[in-house]
């Protein structure tokens, strides 16, 4: 269901209604008002999933108003201003998620999105993200907020002169690195990359998780490590699927080390 909602968004955003017509026209009936703007949208079943229904809502000046879809999975409404910009978003995913989510949005005088309000089932507010862009239009800056908005977490994105994003950093309210990203055009061995780092009860770092994927966005692999210390200073280490540990000392130069001081580093600056 999740992936239908997404593609319909999409295209209805980005695209006229005769395109939304092309995509479906094997795989769905549709049925339309008199103004020949989509109504509805039944798609049929196949052996693989079974069949839901999209149903549209329009402004006077005919722009998109709403968007509801439903199958035997969940259901998600979609709710938009008159300038196309989404303004509200309800998500009920019965197998997996077994609650409600509300989301409303709010758009800077630019027309881009400046925070996102995340409310629980109870329609009460979890969670704040907002956005700061740098003077290209470009993500610089997302900052996570409790309901009161104390700060959770802050990510800073990177981009390139061409104005790729290369880099991402997330840093905890206490200044302690939680996310780093890499992107597979900047690394060594032509990899995207995803560390995540969990700190003890001390503030201490004790794992790394890695993700590795291809330039393409395809999974490649991953691996973790641990790392244990003594007196407040790291002592060995134990790589994921090598079963081995070294002490610091002698291998100051291995990758996982490196990325352990590499961690230290940054929380200073953080």
């Not at 005919?62 to 196309?84: C, L, P, S």
């Not at 969670?127 to 740098?134: A, V």
Request: charged share 25%.
């Amino acid at each position: 269901m999740k992936n239908l909602i997404f593609t319909l968004l999409i295209i209805c955003s980005g695209a006229s209604f005769a395109q939304l017509e092309d995509y479906v026209k094997d795989y769905a009936d549709t049925t339309y008002n008199d103004k020949n703007l989509i109504t509805s949208i039944t798609f049929k079943d196949s052996p693989s999933s079974e069949g839901g229904v999209a149903t549209f809502l329009y402004y006077a000046s005919d722009t998109v108003k709403y968007i509801g879809y439903k199958d035997h999975e969940g259901y998600a409404h979609h709710e938009y201003n008159k300038y196309g910009h989404i303004t509200g978003v309800t998500v009920n995913h019965y197998k997996s998620i077994k609650a409600h989510y509300y989301y409303n949005y709010a758009y800077g005088d630019n027309g881009i999105i400046n925070s996102v309000y995340t409310y629980d089932s109870t329609k009460t507010l979890a969670k704040i993200n907002m956005y700061k862009y740098n003077e290209k239009g470009d993500l610089s800056e997302e900052t996570v907020h409790k309901a009161n908005k104390d700060l959770l977490s802050t990510t800073s994105y990177e981009y390139n002169t061409e104005g790729s994003l290369i880099s991402t950093e997330t840093f905890l309210n206490s200044g302690l690195l939680r996310l780093r990203t890499a992107a597979a055009s900047i690394t060594n061995d032509g990899l995207a990359l995803r560390f995540s780092y969990t700190y003890d009860a001390n503030g201490q770092l004790e794992k790394i998780n890695y993700a590795f994927y291809k330039a393409n966005g395809d999974y490649d692999n991953a691996s973790y490590v641990l790392f244990t210390h003594e007196n407040g200073e790291l002592k060995t280490f134990k790589v994921s699927g090598g079963d081995y540990e070294k002490v610091k000392k002698k291998q100051l130069e291995n990758r996982w080390i490196k990325e352990y001081y590499d961690a230290l580093e940054r929380n200073k600056k953080g």
